[in-house]
């Protein structure tokens, strides 16, 4: 077999640039609401699809468009994204405006870039998520752009590419994105995040987080016609620069490149924009020759339908790696009654929020689809709910057979109790009785003994460990839940 070497002849150049870089996060459902007064109180706006204010308050000078956001999602999807107020059931958005400049600098390169403004978005099941969008400024070519956010949804920098990364912003330096999102641009939430000893992922409450790497939305106008395959497949993958600030290219072959590309490129709408989905990057590119009113109009749903599209299959996503991971967690003999609430779940998932078509528009349709599938979406519902099926049959069975060894105890004293009419009494005891008189019974007297004595503590103990259980589930549900 034939291979051909990838070679970059020359740098693409680029107008404009905008990314979106979603942050997930765990949150503890019990204190929702007192998150969301937290977030109104700290300057956050809870999001309105029918405030025409907030339509242009969020984006830049890009206007966002409730009229394309309602006609594209179905109306039972609409509901769940766009809730009313702050106590429905559904996605709550909190977004504040920012508009500040801030730089980036790694190694010898410096990148200037602008953050627009922050949404927290608290989803069903104490998913939450961090989305920022940020222009970049005075950027001018394609690797630049591509190296800025390669190393910006990197977290927590650990390879020598990513060392030496710091960010200035509010006159203030951080080496590390984490700490700059979680510390500066948004502390409002850490109270209120999952922390949980037994969890050592990221951030004490996201074990399954992929990379610790924030999944990344951008929309690129080019100042060329045409972009080589070796250029889409590095705008797929947000290579940027070596160490020595040379443009990289993740891969050694074009044939690699393109049966790659195959399933991850949309050309709906080529020569004038092409969208390249992968599992944690979504770029639009938009080429030159192509009108203003376009443009516009790529702008509006590289922000507003893009952005709820990829808000919405993110979540299946982690919902299902998180209920997966907390059966994963359950010590099986101990935990039962979380199988039974993870069932519970599970349901409630696939009934309110996990739907086949979200989208009225072909277009959309199209891009959920992509996005099912690179997240292997279908694949994950589909082995959570087997396994918690199969836990669920098993625990039942073990407490079948617990309820026959309980049943044949019990048995076995309405045997003997019946054997002697019912009349387990000994003289002895209808008046001051002494102990020291057992040891003069006879076997008789002693099968009375037991049999009383027996079913007495039998009853006791079947009552406070029916109160205990009783009580154990409701608090290790509330609690964990």
């Given at each position: 077999?034939?291979?051909?070497?990838?070679?970059?002849?020359?740098?693409?150049?680029?107008?404009?640039?905008?990314?979106?870089?979603?942050?997930?996060?765990?949150?503890?459902?019990?204190?929702?609401?007192?998150?969301?007064?937290?977030?109104?109180?700290?300057?956050?706006?809870?999001?309105?699809?029918?405030?025409?204010?907030?339509?242009?308050?969020?984006?830049?000078?890009?206007?966002?468009?409730?009229?394309?956001?309602?006609?594209?999602?179905?109306?039972?999807?609409?509901?769940?994204?766009?809730?009313?107020?702050?106590?429905?059931?559904?996605?709550?958005?909190?977004?504040?405006?920012?508009?500040?400049?801030?730089?980036?600098?790694?190694?010898?390169?410096?990148?200037?870039?602008?953050?627009?403004?922050?949404?927290?978005?608290?989803?069903?099941?104490?998913?939450?998520?961090?989305?920022?969008?940020?222009?970049?400024?005075?950027?001018?070519?394609?690797?630049?752009?591509?190296?800025?956010?390669?190393?910006?949804?990197?977290?927590?920098?650990?390879?020598?590419?990513?060392?030496?990364?710091?960010?200035?912003?509010?006159?203030?330096?951080?080496?590390?994105?984490?700490?700059?999102?979680?510390?500066?641009?948004?502390?409002?939430?850490?109270?209120?995040?999952?922390?949980?000893d037994r969890r050592d992922g990221y951030f004490g409450s996201l074990p399954y987080f992929e990379d610790e790497r924030m999944l990344v939305t951008n929309y690129i106008e080019l100042d060329e016609?045409?972009?080589?395959?070796?250029?889409?497949?590095?705008?797929?993958?947000?290579?940027?620069?070596?160490?020595?600030?040379?443009?990289?290219?993740?891969?050694?072959?074009?044939?690699?490149?393109?049966?790659?590309?195959?399933?991850?490129?949309?050309?709906?709408?080529?020569?004038?924009?092409?969208?390249?989905?992968?599992?944690?990057?979504?770029?639009?590119?938009?080429?030159?020759?192509?009108?203003?009113?376009?443009?516009?109009?790529?702008?509006?749903?590289?922000?507003?339908?893009?952005?709820?599209?990829?808000?919405?299959?993110?979540?299946?996503?982690?919902?299902?790696?998180?209920?997966?991971?907390?059966?994963?967690?359950?010590?099986?003999?101990?935990?039962?009654?979380?199988?039974?609430?993870?069932?519970?779940?599970?349901?409630?998932?696939?009934?309110?929020?996990?739907?086949?078509?979200?989208?009225?528009?072909?277009?959309?349709?199209?891009?959920?689809?992509?996005?099912r599938e690179i997240f292997k979406i279908d694949e994950l519902f589909s082995e959570v709910s087997k396994t918690l099926d199969a836990l669920y049959v098993n625990q039942q069975k073990a407490a079948?057979?617990?309820?026959?060894?309980?049943?044949?105890?019990?048995?076995?004293?309405?045997?003997?109790?019946?054997?002697?009419?019912?009349?387990?009494?000994?003289?002895?005891?209808?008046?001051?009785?002494?102990?020291?008189?057992?040891?003069?019974?006879?076997?008789y007297e002693w099968i009375c003994l037991i049999t009383a004595v027996g079913g007495i503590l039998m009853t006791f103990f079947l009552l406070v460990s029916t109160f205990y259980n009783y009580i154990?589930?409701?608090?290790?549900?509330?609690?964990?839940?």
């Amino acid at each position: 077999m034939h291979f051909t070497t990838p070679v970059l002849e020359e740098e693409t150049k680029i107008k404009n640039a905008w990314m979106t870089a979603m942050l997930p996060f765990s949150f503890m459902t019990k204190k929702e609401i007192a998150l969301s007064e937290e977030l109104l109180s700290n300057g956050y706006s809870f999001f309105n699809l029918n405030d025409k204010k907030q339509q242009s308050e969020f984006y830049g000078d890009i206007e966002l468009s409730s009229i394309a956001l309602k006609q594209n999602f179905l109306s039972y999807i609409e509901r769940r994204l766009f809730p009313k107020n702050i106590r429905d059931d559904g996605f709550q958005r909190f977004s504040k405006e920012i508009s500040k400049t801030g730089s980036l600098q790694i190694h010898d390169r410096h990148y200037l870039f602008t953050i627009l403004s922050i949404d927290i978005t608290l989803c069903p099941f104490g998913i939450g998520f961090v989305s920022i969008r940020v222009k970049l400024e005075d950027v001018n070519l394609f690797s630049d752009a591509l190296d800025f956010m390669h190393h910006f949804r990197i977290l927590e920098p650990k390879t020598n590419n990513q060392l030496g990364m710091e960010v200035q912003y509010d006159g203030e330096p951080f080496t590390c994105i984490h700490d700059f999102i979680m510390k500066h641009l948004c502390p409002e939430i850490q109270k209120y995040t999952v922390h949980d000893d037994r969890r050592d992922g990221y951030f004490g409450s996201l074990p399954y987080f992929e990379d610790e790497r924030m999944l990344v939305t951008n929309y690129i106008e080019l100042d060329e016609d045409h972009l080589p395959i070796e250029q889409l497949y590095r705008a797929s993958q947000l290579d940027g620069y070596t160490e020595e600030s040379v443009p990289f290219i993740s891969a050694a072959n074009t044939e690699h490149m393109e049966e790659y590309l195959k399933t991850r490129v949309n050309t709906r709408y080529m020569p004038k924009l092409c969208d390249i989905t992968t599992e944690h990057v979504q770029t639009t590119i938009v080429y030159r020759d192509t009108t203003e009113a376009f443009r516009e109009k790529a702008r509006v749903r590289f922000m507003g339908v893009h952005y709820y599209t990829i808000l919405l299959h993110y979540f299946y996503k982690l919902t299902l790696l998180e209920l997966s991971f907390r059966y994963c967690e359950l010590a099986w003999k101990k935990d039962e009654i979380y199988v039974e609430k993870l069932m519970q779940l599970i349901t409630m998932f696939s009934s309110k929020y996990y739907f086949q078509e979200v989208s009225s528009r072909s277009s959309s349709r199209e891009m959920s689809k992509r996005l099912r599938e690179i997240f292997k979406i279908d694949e994950l519902f589909s082995e959570v709910s087997k396994t918690l099926d199969a836990l669920y049959v098993n625990q039942q069975k073990a407490a079948d057979k617990r309820q026959n060894y309980l049943l044949f105890v019990l048995t076995m004293f309405t045997v003997v109790s019946g054997i002697y009419g019912m009349n387990l009494i000994i003289e002895e005891w209808d008046g001051n009785y002494k102990w020291s008189e057992i040891f003069h019974y006879n076997i008789y007297e002693w099968i009375c003994l037991i049999t009383a004595v027996g079913g007495i503590l039998m009853t006791f103990f079947l009552l406070v460990s029916t109160f205990y259980n009783y009580i154990r589930k409701r608090l290790q549900f509330w609690l964990k839940y």
